[in-house]
């Protein structure tokens, strides 16, 4: 994988897909989805024996095409974007050596953060972090190295079952280096998951419709780079932002602790924020500027705050990315600030608090935080950025999960 040219002619792209009987799904709907790419089903080869998705895994990243330069596994779950095939073509193009997740889950304790900051920083890839599971919904490997994880897989016992957190070993072991695209180009349906214990709803974290592919992702590799220094544990100054039950929580990454990267304990961010260079006071007092000069319905004032804090925090993270940057990067697109706000609100608040907001409460908690990133990005003094509401640029298209995608 040392060449140092690659054109998407160059890409031949093996597709499996990982299915269990007791799933009822349209598997010809997921399969015509990524034509012209050629996907072949992979069935749980012990369908009636307790359930591990490892068990499957084994046999699909071990299904490699002849000739294939990648490999890509789906899970029967997923659905894919628009244009699937030319997007995900396109995208190995640009990393070829990397381990590229085309999917990370909305309240993945790190992985998601990661990927709403390389939204808002105007990324088109995100680094993951090395701690935390493999995004297995939607995960492809060059060729070489997805049949040396096959190996590595097969003599582990089916009894372990987690797919993802094995996958996440070998690529710590071997040093793949990994990526997300942003915005992903794979969603989970949501349907109910299959293991005890992995419960809750399941969507992509910047679900929002990919941009033309032929300059997309064509990203200067040095940028990978200072984005990945987020998720390596090498300071005491990375942070993650959740949104988790109502309330917007900080966890700050603590290296060489041994901390596990799924890590749920997290601190309210009012009590943290100060460690992280911001004033509590700051942000609330920006948020009434924000209400005091914004017609319409109002949001409830606990989400208000909550997702506003959140928004903020992210915005702010994301200009420090910028200013690291070696090389300028366009401005985030409208719509993909609005996806990763919008996944905070669907996947952060409780389900009374949610149910509470409707339709019109929910877009307005959305504009809020779209609002409030946008301020972290660009500092301006509240007075000065609120007196004007949203931007008319930062609004982009609400982005909730039925936009146009292929559902299988």
Same mark, same amino acid.
């Given at each position: 994988?040392?060449?140092?040219?690659?054109?998407?002619?160059?890409?031949?792209?093996?597709?499996?897909?990982?299915?269990?009987?007791?799933?009822?799904?349209?598997?010809?709907?997921?399969?015509?989805?990524?034509?012209?790419?050629?996907?072949?089903?992979?069935?749980?080869?012990?369908?009636?024996?307790?359930?591990?998705? +490892?068990?499957? !895994?084994? $046999? &699909?990243?071990?299904?490699? /095409?002849?000739? =294939?330069?990648?490999?890509?596994?789906?899970? @029967? #779950?997923?659905?894919?974007?628009?244009?699937?095939?030319?997007?995900?073509?396109?995208?190995?193009?640009?990393?070829?050596?990397?381990?590229?997740?085309?999917?990370?889950?909305?309240?993945?304790?790190?992985?998601?953060?990661?990927?709403?900051?390389?939204?808002?920083?105007?990324?088109?890839?995100?680094?993951?972090?090395?701690?935390?599971?493999?995004?297995?919904?939607?995960? +492809?490997?060059? !060729?070489? $190295? &997805?049949?040396?994880?096959? /190996?590595?897989? =097969?003599?582990?016992?089916?009894?372990?079952? @987690? #797919?993802?957190?094995?996958?996440?070993?070998?690529?710590?072991?071997?040093?793949?280096?990994?990526?997300?695209?942003?915005?992903?180009?794979?969603?989970?349906?949501?349907?109910?998951?299959?293991?005890?214990?992995?419960?809750?709803?399941?969507?992509?974290?910047?679900?929002?419709?990919?941009?033309?592919?032929?300059?997309?992702?064509?990203?200067?590799?040095?940028?990978?780079?200072?984005?990945?220094?987020?998720?390596?544990?090498?300071?005491?100054?990375?942070?993650?932002?959740?949104?988790?039950?109502?309330?917007?929580?900080?966890?700050?990454?603590?290296?060489?602790?041994?901390?596990?990267?799924?890590?749920?304990?997290?601190?309210?961010?009012?009590?943290?924020?100060?460690?992280?260079?911001?004033?509590?006071?700051?942000?609330?007092?920006?948020?009434?500027?924000?209400?005091?000069?914004?017609?319409?319905?109002?949001?409830?004032?606990?989400?208000?705050?909550?997702?506003?804090?959140?928004?903020?925090?992210?915005?702010?993270?994301?200009?420090?990315?910028?200013?690291?940057?070696?090389?300028?990067?366009?401005?985030?697109?409208?719509?993909?600030?609005?996806?990763?706000?919008?996944?905070?609100?669907?996947?952060?608040?409780?389900?009374?608090?949610?149910?509470?907001?409707?339709?019109?409460?929910?877009?307005?908690?959305?504009?809020?935080?779209?609002?409030?990133?946008?301020?972290?990005?660009?500092?301006?003094?509240?007075?000065?950025?609120?007196?004007?509401?949203?931007?008319?640029?930062?609004?982009?298209?609400?982005?909730?999960?039925?936009?146009?995608?292929?559902?299988?």
């Amino acid at each position: 994988m040392s060449r140092p040219e690659w054109r998407a002619r160059d890409v031949r792209l093996s597709v499996t897909i990982m299915h269990h009987p007791a799933r009822d799904v349209a598997l010809e709907t997921l399969v015509e989805a990524c034509r012209p790419l050629s996907a072949r089903v992979v069935h749980d080869p012990a369908p009636d024996a307790a359930r591990s998705p +490892l068990r499957t !895994a084994k $046999v &699909a990243w071990a299904s490699i /095409a002849e000739g =294939a330069t990648h490999h890509l596994v789906l899970q @029967d #779950d997923a659905r894919v974007c628009d244009d699937f095939a030319t997007h995900v073509v396109a995208a190995i193009a640009r990393r070829p050596a990397h381990g590229i997740a085309l999917y990370t889950d909305w309240s993945s304790p790190q992985n998601s953060f990661l990927c709403r900051l390389a939204a808002v920083a105007g990324s088109p890839w995100a680094a993951l972090s090395p701690m935390e599971w493999i995004p297995a919904l939607a995960f +492809l490997l060059p !060729a070489d $190295v &997805a049949a040396d994880l096959a /190996a590595y897989l =097969a003599p582990i016992p089916d009894e372990v079952t @987690d #797919d993802d957190q094995m996958i996440a070993r070998y690529c710590r072991e071997r040093g793949v280096p990994l990526l997300a695209t942003v915005p992903h180009l794979v969603d989970n349906r949501g349907l109910p998951t299959l293991i005890a214990g992995h419960g809750g709803r399941h969507h992509a974290t910047v679900w929002a419709p990919p941009a033309p592919s032929d300059t997309h992702w064509d990203l200067d590799p040095r940028i990978d780079t200072t984005l990945a220094s987020r998720s390596r544990y090498q300071s005491h100054d990375e942070y993650v932002v959740r949104v988790k039950d109502s309330r917007c929580l900080i966890r700050l990454l603590r290296p060489h602790t041994g901390e596990p990267g799924g890590n749920e304990f997290c601190w309210y961010w009012a009590d943290w924020c100060d460690l992280i260079g911001v004033d509590a006071e700051e942000v609330t007092t920006a948020l009434a500027a924000y209400l005091d000069n914004r017609p319409g319905p109002r949001p409830p004032a606990r989400a208000a705050l909550e997702i506003w804090a959140a928004g903020y925090l992210l915005g702010r993270e994301a200009a420090a990315v910028r200013r690291e940057l070696p090389v300028p990067l366009v401005p985030a697109h409208p719509a993909r600030i609005r996806a990763a706000v919008s996944t905070w609100v669907d996947s952060g608040l409780t389900a009374p608090d949610g149910a509470a907001l409707g339709a019109a409460g929910r877009s307005a908690l959305i504009d809020l935080g779209v609002a409030a990133v946008v301020l972290g990005l660009h500092r301006r003094s509240p007075g000065t950025f609120v007196a004007a509401g949203v931007p008319a640029d930062a609004r982009g298209e609400d982005t909730r999960h039925d936009h146009a995608c292929h559902d299988s």
